[in-house]
């Protein structure tokens, strides 16, 4: 079974430049998620998808961060413009999202992008 | 307040012995799972076990274990027979159902091999 695919692997932009990543999950995986994880942290939950709907984007600075996730499979991810502190990791998730939510739906992840911000 | 806490920042160990990895976590719900999920330089995220809160046994998969106390509300990583390659971040995680099933993570514990 394919795992999560994400690109591109690395990113080096200037800032107030844009940037789009890419992520595809597990084949038949309802949830997705996209991460933040800043260099010594732990990752930091941005957007959470159900199909292609919305569940939590509390933390989605939304000024300049935008997702979308059209027909319910593939993601991408936008940074518009782009600023220093969004050097980070990006890593996006996913889960099968069993009926009832049980607490057992464990996600996977893909290998991430590091983006870098000069 | 944190919903995982992760006290360790980084720990070593010598290789082939056993190391435990701490983790605590907060919540109200009783439903609720805790992971945990390794980290190499690679970048890359991988689980490595799960933890149920209604589960009678602890959880074990290999070499990890998960020393699950539910009254302390910690969930702490044994790894035995430590490895070089077991040298990663390690993070400790929860879900909870009953937020939309949002994953909080800990600050990780940042774990040495020596040979």
């Known amino acids: 079974e394919a795992g999560v695919a994400q690109s591109p692997r690395y990113k080096i932009i200037e800032k107030r430049q844009s940037v789009a990543f890419w992520c595809n999950p597990i084949s038949g995986h309802a949830t997705l998620y996209w991460y933040q994880q800043i260099l010594g942290q732990g990752p930091k939950l941005l957007i959470q998808?159900?199909?292609?709907?919305?569940?939590?984007d509390s933390q989605l600075p939304k000024d300049r961060f935008s997702a979308e996730r059209l027909k319910g499979v593939d993601s991408t991810l936008k940074i518009q413009p782009a600023k220093l502190e969004d050097s980070a990791v990006y890593l996006c998730a996913s889960s099968l999202d069993l009926a009832g939510g049980l607490e057992v739906d464990t996600q996977y992840f893909g290998p991430g992008t590091r983006l870098t911000v000069l | 307040a944190q919903k995982i806490t992760q006290t360790q920042p980084g720990m070593f160990v010598q290789e082939k012995e056993a190391v435990t990895l701490d983790c605590t976590y907060d919540?109200?719900?009783?439903?609720?799972?805790l992971f945990w999920y390794k980290q190499p330089s690679s970048g890359e995220m991988i689980f490595l076990i799960y933890q149920g809160s209604y589960d009678q046994q602890n959880a074990t998969e290999g070499r990890y274990s998960l020393n699950f106390q539910k009254a302390r509300k910690s969930a702490n990583l044994v790894i035995s027979a430590s490895q070089l390659g077991d040298s990663a971040m390690y993070f400790c995680a929860m879900r909870e159902p009953t937020t939309g099933n949002q994953f909080y993570f800990g600050t990780g514990t940042s774990l040495t091999v020596i040979p």
């Open positions: 919540t109200s719900d009783p439903s609720y799972g």
């Open positions: 998808f159900q199909n292609n709907g919305v569940v939590d």
